[in-house]
C-alpha cells in the first residue's frame, strides 16, 4: 500500500467550517453511542465532510472533524490516511476507480487503463473541465463480472474499452447511465444462454404438485406404521421392561467390604482393631509344615528404629520391620550354630 500524504500547501482551502446540514448530521451519529464516546463517529463524520468538499478531505476539513468530536488532530489524521476510502487530493465530479487486480486484469483491465490515460491523462489528474479523474485500486468485489470500474458510489462491470468511453460521455452530459452489468446478463448469472435450471417444471408447479401427489398418497400408510410401531413399543414395554440402569448417571450407594458395621448388622462379632495389627506382625508367621528349623528365614530386620503402626496387609503399604522376638532369635542361632557345627 502507498503512503498516502495530504494534498499539497498550494491547492489547500485556509479554512473549513462544518455546514448546518453536516453538524445535524453529526448530532445524529454522535447520539448513537454512550455518553464521552462520540469518537466513534469519526468514519462516518468524515464520510459526509468529503461529501461536503467534493470528494476529498482537505487539512482543514480533518482539523474541523477532531475539534467538533474533541479528540487530538492526529488520531483523526490516522483513520484518513488509513482507508482509501477518504481522498487527500481533489478528484473529479465522476471519480472513477478501476480495479486492477488479477481477475479483472485477464478479463481486459489493462485496455480500459490504457482508453482512461488517452481520455483523461495519468492516474490523479482532473480533467480540465473538471468532469474526471481516475485511479487504479485493489479488488472491489465484483470479480466474477470483470473487468469493472466504480465510478462515484456505483458500479458498472461487463466493461470494454468503447463501453466504459460511452459511459463517461452520458455522464458527462449529465445523463444516469445504466449501473451494474454492461453486456446483456442480470447480476453475476453466467454469460450468453443458460445452461442450467432451466427445465420448466422446476417454475411451472409442475413438480411441486407430483411431489404432493405421492406425499398425500403415501402419507396414511406412514402415519398407520407409525402408529402400530408405538402401540407395539407401549406393549412391550408393559409386559417385558427393560433391566433398568443403577449407575446409568446416577450415584449409587452399595455396601462396603468386611467392615465392623457390616458385621455387626449381620448379627456377627466385629473383629476388634488390636487383633487385626496382631495378626499383622511379621513375628507371628508360623513355620511351614515339613520344614526343618534350620531353613527357616528370619524376616529382614533394619538397623532404624520404628514404630510398628496397625496397617491393613491388602492395603499394598510397605511397613516397617518389627525386631525379632526371642523364639525367632534362637531359631537362627540354633540354625547358625548346626551349620557351623556340621
Not at 464520510?47 to 467534493?54: F, L, N, S, T
Not at 472491489?140 to 470483470?146: E, Q, R, S, V, Y
Request: aromatic content about 6%; hydrophobic content about 35%.
Amino acid at each position: 500500500m502507498a503512503v498516502r500524504r495530504l494534498a499539497a500547501d498550494e491547492i489547500q482551502p485556509k479554512s473549513f467550517t462544518l455546514s448546518a446540514d453536516a453538524e445535524a448530521w453529526a448530532q445524529e451519529q454522535i447520539a448513537k453511542y454512550p455518553e464521552g464516546r462520540q469518537a466513534s463517529a469519526v468514519v462516518p463524520l468524515l464520510w459526509k465532510v468529503q461529501g461536503d468538499c467534493g470528494g476529498w478531505l482537505p487539512q482543514k476539513a480533518i482539523e474541523a472533524v477532531a475539534e467538533r468530536l474533541g479528540m487530538p488532530y492526529i488520531r483523526v489524521l490516522e483513520v484518513a490516511t488509513f482507508y482509501t476510502m477518504f481522498n487527500l487530493e481533489p478528484v473529479g465530479r465522476h471519480f472513477i476507480q478501476c480495479c486492477g487486480t488479477t481477475p479483472c486484469a485477464l478479463r481486459g483491465a489493462n485496455d480500459l487503463m490504457d482508453m482512461l490515460r488517452g481520455r483523461v491523462g495519468e492516474q490523479r489528474h482532473v480533467t480540465a473541465d473538471g468532469n474526471f479523474s481516475w485511479l487504479e485500486v485493489e479488488c472491489l468485489g465484483a470479480c466474477t463480472n470483470a473487468p469493472m470500474v466504480q465510478i462515484n458510489n456505483d458500479y458498472y462491470e461487463d466493461l470494454t474499452p468503447e463501453i466504459l468511453s460511452r459511459i463517461m460521455d452520458e455522464l458527462a452530459a449529465g445523463g444516469t447511465p445504466k449501473r451494474g452489468p454492461q453486456q446483456g446478463r442480470n447480476a453475476s448469472e453466467p454469460l450468453g444462454e443458460s445452461v442450467t435450471l432451466v427445465e420448466p417444471s422446476l417454475y411451472d408447479g409442475s413438480m411441486i404438485g407430483a411431489w404432493r401427489k405421492r406425499f398425500e398418497e403415501t402419507a396414511p400408510a406412514a402415519e398407520a406404521n407409525a402408529k402400530a410401531e408405538g402401540e407395539r413399543a407401549t406393549q412391550q414395554a408393559a409386559t417385558n421392561p427393560k433391566p433398568a440402569k443403577p449407575d446409568a448417571g446416577r450415584v449409587v450407594e452399595r455396601p462396603v467390604g468386611d467392615t465392623p458395621a457390616v458385621r455387626a448388622a449381620a448379627g456377627e462379632k466385629p473383629v476388634s482393631t488390636g487383633k487385626q495389627a496382631a495378626a499383622a506382625e511379621p513375628s507371628r508367621t508360623t513355620v511351614a509344615e515339613g520344614k526343618p528349623a534350620s531353613e527357616t528365614v528370619a524376616p529382614p530386620r533394619s538397623r532404624k528404629s520404628y514404630v510398628n503402626t496397625p496397617v491393613k496387609p491388602e492395603d499394598g503399604r510397605t511397613v516397617a520391620d518389627a525386631p525379632a522376638s526371642p523364639d525367632s532369635a534362637s531359631v537362627q542361632t540354633s540354625g547358625t550354630e548346626k551349620t557351623s557345627g556340621s
